[in-house]
């Protein structure tokens, strides 16, 4: 196991009308003059802004609102973001949604107190302080009510790319798994998904002797599997929710993932499938694992076939684990297709032609040196290759 520091201090809230604390919890972080930052609009037709609201009231905070944020969230609306905290002297950022939600917020977090422009942090450069966050989540996936990382999508250009620092994690995340009931099958199976992914770029290591982290990823695939299909048959199930709920947070706040090598690549080439097509994170990853998997496991068959074995259910056979670890990635695939997500480029909207740009601007865009390092080094070929993979 690789040294490593976990700073985790997010105050986790967990249950069912945790939400109406949402005014305390922001006095209890600092915050006076709240910025409220929220989606599309379920939270409005939900009734859960104004029951946040009227927590904030009963506090006697003063707060401003901004919606609007789509997913794949857009630097557009995080510069609005900025200058309105500016304008409003704004000291907390109250996010109320979904990661996409969470995400802007931690950008226009970041963004309003610092001098220059808040993409600095997108190419590279570390948050290192940003106004405290609270999170108020409605959707179990991207983990970002515990991680430490932001993804945001340019829109000069159309390609997204993440930051992180430690002032990304929240000060406060409310998890009230009754939120998510309201999500439709096809989101629900999108978190579950990338939930799954989490776990998996953290499995695949080159670092050795990582039981402890290996088997708390295993166990969180198990239980994913386990509640995953029950949510999305029956978006009322409160426990299968609330399993879920919990196993996203664990899946990406990194307690699964110190001490070890992490993967990423599968993550940086859907990024591309999501800037361009604007599909949901969760689908293109549906579509990206397998075809990546199939790409990849020969760097390390036994990792592959561990999994497969472990997770997947597969019998070991020590005389040809490429069959196992073969048979481990059609597991996966034939559990995404059972969830209703895609597996195909075509049902994302992908095209043949665009994989060339695809794989340029994941190689090239922004910075980078040709290559994407992870599990395994990949040239602009290979990347071309795994999103030929997907036809
Ligand atoms: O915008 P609204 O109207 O709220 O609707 C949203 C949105 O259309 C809807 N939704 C959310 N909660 C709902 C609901 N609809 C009904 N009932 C509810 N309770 O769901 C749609 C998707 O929301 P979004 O916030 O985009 O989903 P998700 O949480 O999957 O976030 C995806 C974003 O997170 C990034 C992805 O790249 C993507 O941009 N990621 C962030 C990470 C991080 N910060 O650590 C890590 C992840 O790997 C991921 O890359
Ligand atoms: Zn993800």
Not at 37 to 62: F, I, P, T, W
Not at 208 to 231: F, H, N, Q, S, Y
Not at 365 to 381: A, P
Not at 384 to 389: E, F, M, S, V
Request: aromatic share 10%.
């Amino acid at each position: 196991m690789d040294n490593f520091t976990f700073y985790s201090p997010t105050y986790f809230v967990f249950g069912k009308d945790e939400e109406k604390r949402a005014g305390s919890l922001v006095k209890r972080f600092g915050g006076s003059r709240v910025l409220i930052h929220y989606g599309g609009g379920s939270v409005v037709r939900s009734g859960l802004l104004d029951r946040v609201k009227k927590s904030l009231d009963e506090a006697g905070l003063y707060y401003t609102e901004l919606g609007g944020v789509k997913p794949n969230p857009r630097s557009g609306l995080v510069y609005e973001g900025i200058d309105l905290c500016r304008k409003e002297k704004i000291d907390f950022v109250l996010a109320v949604g979904g990661g996409s939600t969470i995400d802007s917020s931690k950008a226009i977090a970041a963004g309003t107190v610092y001098d220059g422009d808040f993409w600095d942090f997108y190419s590279g450069k570390l948050v290192e302080k940003a106004l405290p966050i609270g999170t108020i989540l409605t959707i179990a996936a991207a983990g970002s009510e515990g991680s430490p990382d932001s993804v945001i999508t340019n829109e000069n250009g159309m390609f997204k790319r993440g930051a992180t620092g430690e002032a990304y994690r929240p000060a406060f995340s409310i998890l009230n798994p009754e939120l998510t009931c309201t999500l439709p099958p096809y989101q629900t199976a999108c978190g579950i998904t990338d939930i799954m992914a989490h776990l998996m770029e953290r499995y695949l290591t080159n670092t050795k002797d990582v039981v402890t982290t290996d088997r708390m990823i295993e166990a969180l695939m198990l239980a994913m599997i386990e509640e995953g299909p029950k949510a999305v048959q029956n978006p009322q199930d409160y426990e299968a929710r609330a399993n879920i709920m919990w196993a996203g947070m664990m899946a990406h706040n990194n307690s699964c993932g110190v001490g070890r090598s992490q993967d990423w690549n599968s993550h940086n080439i859907e990024h591309e499938l999501s800037a361009l097509y604007d599909c949901a994170h969760g689908a293109g990853l549906a579509v990206t694992f397998p075809a990546y998997l199939g790409y990849v496991y020969k760097h390390d068959v036994d990792r592959v076939a561990q999994l497969a074995v472990r997770v997947w259910g597969c019998k070991d056979d020590p005389d040809n684990r490429e069959a196992v670890a073969l048979e481990g990635i059609e597991k996966l695939r034939a559990f995404s297709k059972s969830i209703g997500m895609p597996v195909t480029l075509g049902e994302l909207g992908g095209k043949e032609e665009d994989i060339p740009k695809l794989a340029d601007v994941c190689c090239n865009g922004d910075g980078r040196d040709g290559f994407l390092y992870g599990f395994d080094r990949l040239s602009e070929e290979d990347v071309a290759n795994i999103y030929r993979q997907m036809i």
